[in-house]
């Protein structure tokens, strides 16, 4: 999703945030070495994180509309961090775990939310062990 930021004044136009490729492709390596199920893609950051669209034609819904977007999943902080990472020339990635369906409506019980994201939590520190690791070599 291409942003304007709040601090419009020093930009001068939009700009869209994106994944470090480096991490992306270590996570990735990652997910391939735990056997995690995954999916690289777009996601929608928006702070209208449920969907509001009820009772709208479905030509204005904006659900559909990001959909035929390729946006796999939509969350609320993801945008922010890339963009403060670039400014800062660091690396950033966003690792989700998918607990409602905006479509559907299907969503996971609280408790299984808090016990059942493990394996994400594996796949992310495993990508940092990685990063770490490809950081002290190229530092020797």
Same mark, same amino acid.
């Given at each position: 999703? =291409?942003?304007?930021?709040?601090? =419009? ?5 939009? $700009? ?32 209208? $994180? ?66 059942? $994201? ?23």
């Amino acid at each position: 999703r =291409s942003h304007r930021p709040s601090n =419009s004044g020093q930009m001068p136009t939009t $700009f869209a945030p994106i994944a470090s490729y480096e991490m992306l492709r270590r996570a990735v390596a990652s997910c391939e070495q735990v056997g995690a199920t995954y999916h690289v893609g777009n996601v929608l950051s928006t702070d209208n $994180f449920y969907n509001d669209d009820e009772g709208m034609p479905e030509v204005l819904q904006t659900v559909p509309a990001w959909i035929k977007m390729g946006v796999m999943a939509c969350e609320m902080e993801a945008a922010g961090l890339y963009m403060t990472a670039a400014r800062w020339k660091k690396n950033a990635l966003c690792i989700c775990t998918i607990s409602d369906h905006m479509l559907t409506g299907e969503t996971l019980p609280a408790e299984e939310r808090q016990t059942s $994201f493990t394996q994400m939590m594996e796949v992310a520190l495993e990508t940092a062990v990685k990063l770490k690791s490809n950081l002290k070599n190229s530092e020797a």
